[in-house]
């Protein structure tokens, strides 16, 4: 059995490769949270069916009913539950880990790893929310007798490009939680904020064409419509927007990582 030793400047030299052989640690982490969330309780599935549904019927009397916008072909609950998929998962994502090495202070002091597991099985475990809430889909699409076609498979992958566009934010905020614990208050209202500014109770077709690209800098309004095209088949009318949402996720991956990697080291003393 093979041993692992710790020696001086080895958290530079190999950190990545460290990433991978330390991956039981990030199942343990994952499963963990998991357990604590969901076991002997059905608060925790309670919860995340009815946040998506709650917030469905809200943007659907407020967008559908009151503002009188058009559905794009589709009942409006679906155009809405659509979008609430991957912005439910951004969400909790970006909220739980950036808590997440607060929470895990006895474990960061005390042993050595790589610290981006720790937020990396945070946004693991908000995937199992993801999941549970897609019985509510079936549900919608039961209700209204509208089913998917064959751009459904391409679901696995839109929640990869979510993961990836929640990673970026998610452990930049995780590093300045730690460094400025005050800045725990600002994450509620840049969720919020977020939430308004993406497309989830309206369709992206709204948006003139003149503020379609400071738009689409947005990394969730180009998800959300690829949800949409996969979900209910809605065409994507801006298609340059959708490769420049993701090329902000990108460029957002990068630089939440290096500012992380960057404040690591500081993480035991701080915390």
Known sequence: MGRLVIEAGRAERHYWADLW??????????????????????????????????AMIIFTVVFGRIAGLSGEGVPYPLLVFSAMLPWQFFANAV????????????????????????????????????VVSLSLLIVLFAWYDFWPTWRIATLPLLLLLTFVAALGPGVLITALNVEYRD???????????GLLISPVGFSSSVIPPAWR?????????????AF????CGIPITYPAGLFLSFAVSAVLVRRGVH???RMERTFADVI
Request: with cysteine; aromatic share 16%; charged share 15%.
């Open 21 to 54: 052989r330390f991956r039981e640690l990030l199942y343990f982490l994952a499963w963990r949270d998991i357990l604590v969330r969901y076991k002997q309780t059905t608060i925790g599935v309670l919860w995340a069916v009815c946040r998506p549904l709650l």
């Open 95 to 130: 909220t739980e880990s950036s808590a997440s090495l607060v929470d895990n202070a006895n474990l960061i002091a005390k042993v050595y790893f790589p610290r981006l597991i720790v937020p990396g099985s945070a946004i693991i475990v908000t995937l199992v929310d993801v």
């Open 183 to 193: 800045f725990r208050y600002l994450i509620p209202f840049l969720v919020q904020f």
């Open 213 to 225: 690209v400071p738009y689409y800098l947005n990394p969730m309004a180009g998800v959300i419509d």
């Open 228 to 231: 949409r095209w996969a979900i």
């Open 259 to 261: 500012y992380f990697r």
